[in-house]
């Protein structure tokens, strides 16, 4: 650590904030507190440790004092223009045949009733009191996803899936007397299933269509290279998500975070951020315990190998559904779907079409759309120039897909899925499947 580039950054923090400028002054003020943080995880001798935490608190200080002065400023500029004559008119005297102005209306912040809707919490801010900053500026950034405004139209078939799930978490938010007791809603739910079947989609679709607040995880979010900072990443997101529930907390790929434990190849670090895990997901219960959908913290999770599931964490996931692949009805939808905005030709038969991609994935069929829809460029821009290609009008290029198009695509694009592996699926979920 280069103790001579921190106080340099230090310093240009301080002289821009004197000066005025108030945005460099805050990017060098961030930059040296992030510095000084990492230099104290480096260092060994605890006196000299404690006098860097020390100055690390001052820049805080100094840090919380400019953007109170920069919120303060903003103000100006946002709030409307206060009538500075108005306490005048507390001195004159008062004629009751004239009608008192209306005084301005208060908006307060209250405590959240019962008819509050999801939009009007949208704005609340989580407070990082005793956490890293970082840590929380993180998964604000990085995870926290409001409204992903993916619908249940927008996924073909899975029709089962799509009522457990409605069940799980849509219907606890619109009956709330109902799901109570031993009808609490369930408090997390295990997606298995190939690779490209949707299960990414249908996560984002629960958390559209009961408008909670949506946490995307994997395994990069919640993983660091310093000691103990896993942990607290996995404690400090359920306690963000308990504060902006309903919350939806996706965790893709979870059979990377959370494998079987007591394997010779664990390391220590990943079976505490294991333990952890299951801690909150425990404790996650704001629903369970008082029996209040609104605080409800629910957790999905995918995974292509649910064989590597720690035991632990599949008893915490009480539904356990598997996500198919799309049937013949289902092939249909799916090309309809990824065909709505390209213009086909006469002589395209769907229904052919689905019988023969039987075995292919949801993201298999996108491909297989993507690439067919781009056949009549290619035969339009064969031998010719990049000038002749970049003269070409948008009409020349928005020619109509043709049943040719699809069966050469058939011919180039192959399932991604094989029968041995549907098979591992299916004894699996014969095991242990919860639906």
């Known amino acids: ?41 480096s260092l060994r001798d605890p006196a000299l440790k404690v006098k860097w935490q020390q100055v690390r608190q001052e820049l805080t200080e100094e840090y919380e004092q400019v953007k109170g002065i920069m919120g303060t400023l903003e103000s100006f ?36 009733g019962a008819g509050d809707t999801p939009g009007d919490v949208e704005h609340k801010k989580f407070d990082g009191t005793g956490h890293d900053s970082d840590l929380v500026d993180s998964l604000e950034r990085d995870i926290v996803s409001r409204n992903p405004n993916v619908h249940w139209d927008d996924i073909a078939d899975l029709e089962d899936a799509k009522k457990l799930l409605r069940e799980a978490v849509v219907l606890p938010m619109w009956m709330p007397d109902f799901f109570k007791g031993i009808r609490r809603p369930w408090k997390g739910v295990l997606m298995v299933g190939p690779p490209g079947t949707g299960k990414t989609m249908l996560a984002k679709a629960v958390a559209t269509e009961c408008g909670t607040t949506f946490f995307n995880v994997s395994s990069s979010t919640l993983t660091s290279k310093y000691r103990g900072e896993s942990e ?38 990943s079976r505490r951020v294991k333990s952890e895990l299951l801690v909150q997901m425990d404790g996650v219960g704001g629903a369970m315990d008082n029996d209040d959908p609104s605080k409800m913290v629910m957790v999905l999770a995918a995974t292509n190998f649910p064989w590597d599931i720690d035991e632990a964490l599949r008893r915490r996931l009480e539904k356990r559904i598997y996500i198919a692949l799309p049937t013949a009805v289902g092939r249909v939808e799916l090309l309809k779907i990824n065909l709505r905005e390209v213009e086909l030709a006469g002589d395209v038969n769907l229904d052919l079409i689905a019988d023969k991609i039987e075995g292919y994935s949801g ?18 821009i064969q031998g010719l120039s990049p000038e002749e290609i970049r003269a070409l009008s948008k009409d020349e290029l928005q020619m109509p897909v043709t049943m040719e198009d699809f069966t050469l695509t058939l011919k180039k694009i192959s399932k991604s899925v094989s029968a041995a592996d549907l098979e591992k699926y299916e004894a699996w979920m014969a095991e242990f499947g919860s639906v």
Not at 18 to 37: C, E, F, K, R, T
Not at 363 to 380: G, L, P
Request: contains cysteine; glycine residues 4%.
């Open 1 to 41: 650590m280069n103790l001579a580039e921190i106080c340099d950054n230090a310093k240009k923090g301080r002289e821009y904030a004197l000066l005025g400028n108030y945005d460099s002054s805050i990017v060098y003020y961030q930059g040296v507190i992030q510095q000084i943080h990492k230099h104290c995880q």
């Open 232 to 269: 607290k990443l996995v404690r400090l997101l359920f306690e963000m998500a308990r504060f902006y529930a309903p919350t939806t907390i996706f965790i893709d790929e979870i059979d990377s975070i959370c494998g079987r434990r007591g394997t010779s190849d664990e390391h220590e670090a």
């Open 363 to 380: 993201a298999d069929i996108t491909n297989v759309c993507r690439d067919a829809s781009m056949m009549a460029m290619r035969r339009r």
């Open 77 to 112: 500029k946002s709030e409307k223009p206060i009538d500075i004559l108005a306490p005048q008119s507390e001195e004159r005297p008062e004629d009751p045949a004239v009608w008192p102005p209306p005084t301005p209306a208060e908006h307060r912040c209250g405590k959240k």
